[in-house]
């Protein structure tokens, strides 16, 4: 009996990552040399990341509002507050865990990085209205990611009036963008490989415990969300005890995404969870997609995470109110997250910019979140999907409908 073609299934893209991390450790070990010939694949894959990224935030935030049709009735008001507030909060957890924490990168940054770092919350005011009011040519040129977000946002808005032909065809178009973003993706076994593989040939293992520190605050950041963050909110609009809800939604539906690793994937998971705590169907089903699309509390820990270790490697001073500014930045670019996964770490220069960082360096750590991406890829998306379910029922609970 001949196996079927289908006997022979490549391996998971987290695998093949994986793998390509393995390899490139055994690379620098045992052939430095060709380990720093090698680190050509992560160049490659770094430089396709900072082609596409720009591109992607334009398209696809421009899209997502335009095809909100005007005068649209969801009534989920109060499950679309509950969103934003945990995506916020769990940005400002990100920021605080890394004050608590902080975490240092190794990067190739020029040797005048640090004077272009701001000399305040003024400065940086200064800065963001800049950069809002840039040429849109100029901002996909110099990937003025702010610039490309205002851009964003004011097409949408405006191309909200415009046909339906005209809003089919941004879609396809976003689709398009984000189909050659999971090419791109797919490159990341080779990109992790080069990365990993020059960089412990130049640095030594000692490179390694940079990674499994901020590894730990990411993972660390999520937990304490989910097992303190969330239940506080959740008591604050229920005035009931939320840890039976929230941890059924963990072991219901974050267990179930963080080995899908795709919040989109897990819809049905949480529509089935919906319909056995008893919530409104009419509600559910359409607060659990729209979740998957804005609810990010994980990616906005991501962004914050590993923006704020670019700038502690960089040495630059960050007061109260910058940090604060940073929260706000995350939690907008987390919910404009693609739906790839690794997607929340190409909004990474986003943050970035904020800071005066460039985009060279930036790219350097988004190569960074896919190293540690394994890992906070899955935790991100378990936090993200059993959120939507948490919160969805906690609006109906508020209202007395659960």
């Known amino acids: 009996m001949n196996p079927s073609p289908t006997s022979f299934r490549a391996p998971s893209l987290v695998l093949q990552i994986v793998i390509g991390l393995l390899a490139g450790i055994v690379l620098a070990l045992l052939w430095p040399q060709g380990a720093r010939a090698a680190g050509l694949f992560g160049t490659v894959f770094v430089s396709a990341l900072k082609a596409v990224a720009p591109l992607l935030v334009l398209v696809l935030v421009a899209a997502s509002i335009a095809n909100h049709?005007?005068?649209?009735?969801?009534?989920?008001?109060?499950?679309?507050?509950?969103?934003?507030?945990g995506t916020?909060?769990?940005?400002?957890?990100?920021?605080?865990?890394?004050?608590?924490f902080p975490?240092?990168?190794?990067?190739k940054a020029p040797a005048d990085a640090a004077l272009n770092a701001p000399g305040g919350i003024g400065e940086v005011l200064r800065t963001l209205l800049m950069q809002v009011v840039d040429n849109p040519v100029n901002a996909l040129l110099d990937a003025?990611?702010?610039?490309?977000?205002?851009?964003a946002v004011g097409l949408g808005l405006a191309l909200r009036r415009a046909g339906d032909g005209t809003r089919a065809m941004l879609g396809d178009l976003s689709e398009a963008i984000t189909w050659i973003v999971r090419m791109v993706i797919r490159l990341a076994p080779?990109?992790?490989?080069?990365?990993?593989?020059?960089?412990?040939?130049?640095?030594?293992?000692a490179a390694l415990k940079n990674y499994l520190h901020v590894l730990c605050v990411l993972v660390g950041a999520m937990l304490f969300m989910a097992l303190v963050g969330n239940p506080l909110i959740v008591a604050a609009v229920t005035r009931r005890n939320?840890?039976?809800?929230?941890?059924?939604?963990?072991?219901?539906?974050?267990?179930?995404?963080?080995?899908?690793?795709?919040?989109?994937?897990?819809?049905?998971?949480?529509?089935?969870?919906?319909r056995k705590l008893g919530l409104h169907e009419e509600t559910y089903s359409v607060a659990i997609p729209l979740?998957?699309?804005?609810?990010?509390?994980?990616?906005?820990?991501t962004i914050s995470v590993l923006t704020l270790a670019a700038v502690t490697t960089l040495d630059i001073a960050v007061d109260l109110p910058t940090a604060l500014?940073?929260?706000?930045?995350?939690?907008?670019?987390?919910c404009g997250a693609s739906g790839v996964p690794g997607g929340s770490v190409l909004l990474i220069p986003l943050a970035c910019s904020l800071f005066g960082i460039s985009n060279d360096v930036a790219m350097q750590v988004v190569g960074v979140g896919f190293i540690v991406g394994v890992v906070q890829d899955s935790a991100e998306t378990a936090l993200n999907s059993s959120t939507d379910v948490v919160f969805v029922a906690a609006a109906e609970h508020a209202r007395g409908r659960g």
């Open 325 to 334: 500014l940073l929260s706000v930045v995350a939690a907008v670019g987390a």
């Open 88 to 100: 916020l909060a769990a940005a400002l957890v990100g920021v605080l865990a890394s004050y608590l």
């Open 69 to 85: 049709r005007l005068g649209q009735k969801t009534h989920l008001g109060a499950i679309l507050l509950l969103y934003v507030v």
């Open 144 to 151: 003025n990611y702010i610039g490309l977000l205002a851009w």
């Open 190 to 205: 080779l990109g992790v490989f080069g990365i990993i593989a020059a960089l412990l040939a130049e640095s030594g293992l």
């Open 291 to 301: 979740g998957a699309t804005i609810n990010m509390a994980g990616a906005a820990i």
């Open 242 to 274: 939320p840890y039976p809800l929230v941890l059924r939604c963990l072991r219901d539906s974050g267990v179930t995404a963080f080995f899908t690793r795709s919040s989109a994937a897990n819809i049905p998971v949480n529509m089935e969870l919906c």
């Open 103 to 107: 975490s240092t990168l190794i990067l």
